[in-house]
């Protein structure tokens, strides 16, 4: 059985997996850590390091650095995962460890805008855009359609949802809560 003080929230980038996770921390009173901030923190800025080592290379660093950064956690925590990180590859090209390793230091919740692909994809590439402006729109637009059906096959529990990050926070907790009582059950029957 997984470790259910953990929550882990999955999803491409623009989803709200950083506001609403920090939302859900508070209200959970748990600790808060979100894995790109922590990255240009404690390594460096983000397209910058993909620039100029490669995005395997930083696949594997921001791999190592959750690791790490799970090892350093003393309290219950919510973690804001990078957009790609249940989606890294080995240098072999081999599937990525992470979604096992996920599976069993926590509960997953997978954040996407909408069960429609098509309103997804409008969705998180304008968010993503607003953020970024220089980003290419045709290049985001085919991140988010290769990688939403692979997304679909992570979490726990699945939220999709364009709704205020309020809600979406509070409809993460009242799931995580279902989640860990039905567990709890099933644990001890």
Known sequence: ?????????????????????????????????????????????????????????????????????IAEQERDTVYAMSAGFLLYQD????????????????????????????????IVVERVLARRPRLNREKETRKIIDRYPKYLLHGDIKIFSAESPSRIAARMQREYLDYTARASEQSAG
Do not use: H, W
Not at 102 to 118: C, M, N
């Open 1 to 69: 059985m997984p470790d259910l003080r953990n929550i882990f929230i999955i999803g491409p980038a623009g989803v709200g997996k950083s506001t609403c996770g920090r939302m859900l921390a508070e209200e959970l009173g748990y600790s808060f850590v979100d894995l790109d901030s922590a990255f240009l923190k404690r390594i460096g800025n983000i397209a910058e390091y993909i620039e100029t080592e490669g995005y395997v290379t930083y696949g594997q660093r921001n791999t190592d650095l959750f690791f790490t950064l």
């Open 91 to 122: 240098p072999n090209g081999l599937s990525s460890m992470n979604a096992e390793a996920l599976s069993t230091l926590g509960v997953s919740i997978l954040l996407l805008p909408s069960r429609s692909l098509e309103v997804s994809v409008s």
